[in-house]
């Protein structure tokens, strides 16, 4: 009886150790004892064994991004002020993207009520501007970690329901925040309000943006909610990269796939997921205070809109493909053509989107990246290890 | 006091509109865990098939439903046949995106189609008679036929599930799709049937809703909402329950709109989470998600 049982946790510490110490996930015992070595640094003879994640189109994407990331920072040294505008839009949906996407697609935890962090942070924002001088880039930053701070008994309560039910559940949770900033009548109740111009100038750094490009203030203003929305999108973009590269991602992957497997090899779902959420609304806090600044008008409707703020996203998630760091790249820059060219279209616009949506649900459900990807093989940001062997001869 | 008698006695009146709101998402879950983001679309929806056959054919809200509601078994057990049994068995995710685009597609359709005008059903007299009970305590005979009609509702629900067998074949897919499934039964025609059942259902609460408030193409999701909170509070699976969730959230949202008149919605979704918090799985569940 007790072998029994000792084996069983002789068995279950291996299983730990591969998973969340090591590098590795081997499917045969070689490369389980190659991840042992690998992450306490012992067995020499193990060593003609490496851990890389890196592939050859992961190293050329390292250098075009950083090229076009170079290029974007310059970007409002030649472009005019609508493109300018045009990618703060872009950039903010794909920082939601990419929180909705950690949330949704790595975590299972799909929330139809993001709303609720992009309408916090907005108004978090417009509350300490409109009653202190405090700088607005702080006042993203403080309104993003406050929005954090509630997610924590938002998830308390939203985490009772599973599944479909999170999802209506997280909806319910942001109307609630939508009819309590409505009763907040010096921030307008229900009808909203909007910042002076003057307060949106008073910004880190519009002095030296105005002698710098040579332009009025608004624009200045424009330059420096632009940056931010770089910032913002990349930092999204690399917490996820970096989160999944960790052994974060492989307990992440392990909850996606099967969360009662994950628990039996001693993942803590609970504390993971609350952190995952956490982190997700501090990010969406950050883009929701960004979004409204830039906007300078908040209304309760607007700010926890289900349709802006989740609806969209979600398409954009889907349609570029759920579970990949890709995914949203792509489908940001469909939705961005098709908002740019049929927007005007109203009614009929939003009933292709969501035809659109459907139908990669039900024919494509890894959308037009997991399409491309499975079948080209193609890995902008891998994920997967690879266990090689060290040839001396090579 | 006797104005608090008369707010809880509203309260729980409109407890039973909520309930025909909740009753046809209860069954769908109930049935094949689906959890549907376009419910309250659809009543929309039925809610202006309703108005169309009046405004066609000249004839009165009870006859456009007789009318309407055979349409819309239809529309039901296509769109189960053809979008969502794909969608069923493959996790989580496909069943409540492929809804969540409906949602967005049917409000933007019945905008294209009836305009962004708020409508109603008119049923003429009936709309504004009440019931004497006490001197000053009078109560409305559209709420009470609402509620009445709710309790009927869960009456029929229940004999379809326990008395015929339909109900069997949907109450043997609930419990074990797959042993269902072997024993003959055509799990996927069973799915869209409950979906066409459910139609009927939303037809019979889109009657009530649009006799008894103005609609518009936009306040599917609302009613979606408390539907699912109704659903959640009574329990997954119990018709019973999904009565009470129903009262509770009727009440609360009475009593919350007497204090102020402003927190009507907001007192339903915070009695909701105060259920959730105390009763995780509801008051009276019964079926296993």
């Known amino acids: ?394 | 006091m006797l104005s608090w008698v008369d707010t809880i006695l509203q309260g729980a009146l409109l407890g039973g509109l909520y309930a025909l709101f909740a009753a046809g998402l209860s069954l769908i879950f109930g049935i094949m865990r689906l959890v549907n983001l376009a419910h309250g679309d659809l009543i929309v929806l039925a809610a202006f098939a309703i108005l169309s056959a009046m405004t066609a054919l000249g004839v009165g809200p009870v006859l456009a439903f007789l009318i309407a509601a055979p349409i819309l078994f239809c529309i039901g057990y296509a769109l189960q046949h053809f979008v969502l049994n794909r969608t069923l068995g493959r996790g989580v995710l496909p069943p409540l995106l492929v809804t969540f685009g409906l949602s967005i597609i049917l409000q933007n359709a019945l905008l294209e189609g009836f305009s962004a005008d708020s409508r109603r059903l008119s049923a003429g007299t009936i709309e504004t008679a009440s019931l004497a009970l006490l001197n000053d305590l009078a109560i409305g005979l559209m709420p009470l036929l609402t509620f009445a009609s709710a309790v009927a509702v869960i009456l029929a629900l229940n004999l379809l599930f326990y008395r015929t067998a339909v109900g069997r074949a949907f109450r043997a897919t609930s419990d074990d799709s797959e042993i269902a499934q072997l024993m003959g039964i055509d799990n996927r025609r069973i799915y869209s049937l409950a979906m066409g059942v459910a139609m009927v259902v939303v037809a019979i609460a889109a009657l009530y809703l649009g006799i008894r408030a103005n609609f518009d193409p936009t306040i599917g999701p609302a009613r979606l909402l408390y539907a699912f909170e109704a659903v959640i509070i009574g329990g997954l699976g119990s018709f019973w329950g999904t009565l009470v969730g129903g009262i509770i959230i009727g009440l609360a949202q009475t009593i919350g709109a007497k204090i102020n008149p402003e927190w009507q919605i907001l007192a339903g979704h915070i009695a909701f989470f105060i259920v959730l918090v105390i009763h995780p799985r509801g008051l009276f569940p019964r079926a296993i998600d």
């Open chain 1, 1 to 394: 009886m007790s072998v029994h049982i000792r084996f069983l946790e002789w068995c279950a510490n291996l299983c730990r150790r591969s998973v969340l110490g090591g590098d590795v996930i081997g499917p045969s015992h070689d490369h389980v004892d190659a991840s042992l070595s690998h992450g306490s640094g012992v067995g020499t003879a193990l060593s003609k064994f490496r851990v890389e994640t890196a592939t050859r189109t992961s190293r050329i994407v390292l250098v075009a991004g950083s090229i076009l990331i170079f290029v974007l920072v310059l970007l409002p040294a030649f472009a005019g002020r609508t493109l300018v505008q045009e990618m703060i839009f872009v950039f903010y949906m794909l920082g939601l993207a990419q929180c909705w996407n950690l949330l949704a697609g790595y975590t299972g935890l799909v929330s139809v009520g993001q709303q609720a962090f992009v309408g916090m942070g907005a108004y978090l924002l417009f509350f300490m501007i409109s009653t202190s001088d405090i700088d607005p880039l702080i006042a993203i930053v403080a309104a993003g970690l406050l929005a954090g701070a509630l997610a924590l008994p938002t998830a308390l309560v939203v985490f009772r329901l599973r599944g479909a039910y999170f999802a209506i559940g997280t909806w319910v949770m942001s109307e609630v925040y939508r009819l309590v900033w409505a009763q907040v009548k010096s921030l307008g109740g229900g009808t909203g309000m909007s910042l002076a111009t003057s307060t949106t100038f008073q910004i880190f750094g519009i002095e030296w943006i105005k002698s710098l490009f040579g332009v009025k203030t608004s624009i200045a203003r424009d330059i420096i909610i632009y940056w931010v929305a770089l910032v913002l999108c990349l930092g999204a973009v690399m917490l996820i990269y970096t989160v999944l590269r960790s052994r974060y991602g492989l307990a992440l992957a392990a909850i996606r796939d099967s969360e009662r497997a994950a628990e039996s090899i001693g993942v803590d779902i609970f504390k993971m997921k609350l952190w995952v959420y956490m982190v997700t609304a501090i990010g969406t806090g950050m883009i929701g205070a960004l979004i409204y600044l830039h906007k300078a008008r908040i209304s309760p409707d607007a700010a926890f809109s289900v349709l802006d703020w989740t609806a969209n996203v979600i398409f954009i998630v889907v349609i570029g493909g759920i579970g990949t760091i890709e995914g949203p790249l792509v489908g940001v820059i469909v939705f961005y053509v098709m908002q740019t060219y049929l927007a005007g279209f109203g009614t009929w616009y939003l009933i292709l989107l969501g035809t659109l949506a459907i139908a990669v649900m039900l024919f494509a459900p890894q959308g037009i990246w997991g399409y491309f990807s499975n079948r080209y093989g193609l890995e902008l940001f891998p994920l997967r290890r690879i266990l090689r062997a060290n040839h001396r001869d090579r």
